[in-house]
Nanobody, 120 residues
């Protein structure tokens, strides 16, 4: 099995910054994709950013230029640096990984979520 542990959420004023981290552990052969999703109250979960095994990145239009996704392959860790935060960024942020396990099974794994609250 593969587990994800997220950290870095919290309360910040508009214009501030936060850095989210997500560490994967367990039987991991290869991490194929690392994503960050978010879900605001009353809204559907949406993809915020992703990074492929090859290093290609994608961002939601609403966060382009403000958020940066990065990773440490050796540490099985993905980060989301969030700058110039806005109240509309308030949400629970979820880490999501596509992983090939040690038994060569493809798994989609979700973290428990970390709350980001941006005050105006």
């Amino acid at each position: 099995q593969v587990q994800l542990v997220e950290s870095g959420g919290g309360l910040v004023q508009a214009g501030g910054s936060l850095r989210l981290s997500c560490v994967a552990s367990g039987s991991i052969f290869q991490i194929n994709v690392m994503n960050w999703y978010r879900q605001a109250p009353g809204k559907q979960r949406e993809l915020v950013s992703g990074i492929s095994r090859g290093g290609s990145t994608t961002y939601a239009d609403s966060v382009k230029g403000r958020f940066t996704i990065s990773r440490d392959v050796a540490k099985h860790t993905v980060y989301l640096q969030m700058n110039s935060l806005k109240p509309e960024d308030t949400a629970v942020y979820y880490c999501n990984l596509g992983v090939t396990s040690g038994t060569l099974t493809y798994l989609e794994v979700w973290g428990q979520g970390t709350l980001v609250t941006v005050s105006s």
